[in-house]
């Protein structure tokens, strides 16, 4: 079964920084390189939203209100995606999630559809 577990969360003051990591791993074929990958969030009280996702050939995607302080890349060779998130403000502050997919379609950073979810990383910002 794969497994997919997210790292890296914490409690950080306004304008700080944090890396997230998500490891894929578990499962038959281990052909993670080719998924699709994602990042969410869920803050207190709101519907998980889509932050971020990187297709199996390197292509990402991301909502236009985050792309100047979040930043998504992986390393296929330790199946691992990263969030890099800068300027940390309040409101992002929620649990984040890591999503994969073994899908050869689109994958965007809205789509939700993932296979394989984490359980989560909580990011706290507060002064």
């Known amino acids: 079964q794969v497994q997919v577990k997210e790292s890296g969360g914490g409690s950080v003051q306004p304008g700080g920084s944090l890396r997230l990591s998500c490891v894929v791993s578990g499962g038959i074929y281990k052909f993670y390189s080719s998924y699709c990958m994602a990042w969410f969030r869920q803050a207190p009280g709101k519907e998980r939203e889509g932050i971020g996702s990187i297709s199996g050939n390197g292509r990402i995607t991301g909502p236009d209100s985050v792309k100047d302080r979040f930043t998504i890349s992986k390393d296929n060779a330790q199946n691992t995606l990263y969030l890099q998130i800068n300027d940390l403000k309040p409101e992002d502050t929620g649990m984040y999630y890591c999503?994969?997919?073994?899908?050869?379609?689109?994958?965007?950073?809205?789509?939700?559809?993932?296979?394989?979810w984490g359980q989560g990383t909580q990011v706290t910002v507060s002064s």
């Open positions: 999503a994969a997919d073994p899908r050869s379609g689109p994958c965007n950073w809205w789509w939700q559809g993932h296979n394989y």
